[in-house]
Every structure is written in structure tokens, then in C-alpha cells.
């Protein structure tokens, strides 16, 4: 498969505290973007991050790219309950007419 | 702000049946797409279009058909339904551009196929 893979699966954290999650690719990406899900809904764009960047901010988020060891970390910082929702990356691959989705990590913050 | 609406939230359909899902953007952006999300398999590209008339097939473009007769407007069509195609179906759309611009999307339209 093609497709990026976020880990965990699944995360469940308190409100206030940091939550991260992962993203692994196999091939060389040009960039990669992290979108979000809230339940049922179609999806709302992050962020993206170029290969040639590192890191990345914006607000509470917090995005690194590690092309040598083909993975991504998307870091949510002082977690909200409106924070609960699925995340996922996904890697625009050297060469493929495609943007590839991971499975997603469904994140849920509790009050 | 970019608005991506579908024709409809939910939709029961019986095994045979012609299905036409519609998606609009009023952002006039050049590319359209329709994914497929299931659980575990995450969201799969199922046609795109870079411009009027124009498509493109994606990884799963069996059993469906698109059509962009205006620039804001891409359907997807299942000839004939069947049950396997019961899923949560997605319209994004993009600038002009590559892989990498941003995608917005549609909130997305829940079909069950008895």
C-alpha cells in the first residue's frame, strides 16, 4: 500500500495535556499535510510541511518532518475537549498522480 | 471562505440501481475529486478532474463514472449499485496545481446499498 500509516490508532488524553501522533510513509514525498475529521464530516486541511522543511507551527499545532526516516509527528498542544476528532496525513509521492491518505488516529480529548 | 457542498447527507439505495452523487464548489477551483472512505482503508481516490470535461481515473474507479460539465460541479455516478459500494463518499477540491495544494472538502455523503 502507498498509503501513509498514523499511530496510534487510537489516543485518548485529558484536556490540558499535549497529544501526538505519528505518520510513516514508505516512498519519497514532495510534501506532506496532516488533515482533521470531526465525526461524520469531510475533512478540514491542517497543515503542510515541504520535504526540504523540518518543522512547522501554526497556533497550538506543531508539525516535524523526518524525510530519512520517512515519518511525520503532529503535536496538538494544551489538548480541548473540541480537539476530539480522527487526524490524518497525507503524502503527495515523487512521481504518483495521487494524494496519499493514512488510516487516520482518532484522538478523543476528555473534559 | 471555500464552500464544498454535497447533493445529500444520507441516501439508502436498492442493489441495481442507478445512483448520482453531486458535489459543488464555489471557489472556482480547477480540480475536483471523489474519494471513498472506509473503516481501516482510510480515504481512496476514486476519479479526479483537472478541468471541464476532463477526468482522470483514480486507485478504485470500477463500477463508478464521473462527469464535469461546468467547472463547479463534478457527480459521480454508480451505474448500477451494488452492495460493496456502501461507504461514506467524499468531493474535495483544489487550485490549480499539484499534489500538494490544499483540498477542501465536501461534508461528505453516507450511502447504504441494500
Known amino acids: 500500500s502507498q498509503q501513509g500509516e498514523e499511530d496510534p490508532q487510537a489516543l485518548s488524553i485529558q484536556e490540558g495535556e499535549n497529544a501526538t501522533m505519528n505518520c510513516s510513509y514508505k516512498t519519497s514525498i514532495n510534501n506532506l499535510q496532516w488533515y482533521r475529521q470531526n465525526s461524520g464530516r469531510g475533512l478540514v486541511h491542517l497543515i503542510l510541511i515541504r520535504s526540504n522543511e523540518r518543522e512547522k507551527h501554526s497556533g497550538r499545532l506543531r508539525v516535524t518532518l523526518d524525510t530519512s526516516k520517512k515519518s511525520s509527528s503532529l503535536l496538538i498542544t494544551a489538548s480541548r475537549a473540541a480537539d476530539t476528532a480522527s487526524y490524518f496525513c497525507a503524502t503527495d509521492q515523487t512521481g504518483a498522480n495521487n494524494l496519499f491518505f493514512g488510516t487516520g488516529t482518532r484522538l478523543t480529548v476528555i473534559p | 471562505d471555500v464552500k464544498v457542498t454535497q447533493s445529500s447527507r444520507y441516501l439508502v439505495k436498492r442493489t441495481g440501481e442507478k445512483v448520482f452523487l453531486e458535489c459543488v464548489q464555489d471557489?472556482?477551483?480547477?480540480?475536483m475529486f471523489w474519494y471513498r472512505q472506509d473503516p481501516g482503508l482510510g480515504l481512496r481516490l476514486i476519479y479526479f478532474?483537472?478541468?471541464?470535461?476532463?477526468?482522470e481515473k483514480g486507485d478504485i474507479p470500477e463500477g463508478y463514472s464521473v462527469s464535469r460539465e461546468k467547472k463547479e460541479r463534478f457527480s459521480l455516478i454508480l451505474e448500477s449499485a451494488s452492495t460493496n459500494q456502501t461507504s461514506m463518499y467524499l468531493c474535495?477540491?483544489?487550485?490549480?496545481?499539484?499534489?500538494?495544494?490544499?483540498?477542501?472538502f465536501g461534508p461528505g455523503t453516507r450511502l447504504l446499498v441494500l
Open positions: 471557489m472556482d477551483h480547477e480540480n
Open positions: 478532474s483537472y478541468d471541464v470535461k476532463m477526468k
Open positions: 474535495a477540491s483544489s487550485l490549480m496545481g499539484g499534489w500538494g495544494e490544499t483540498q477542501y
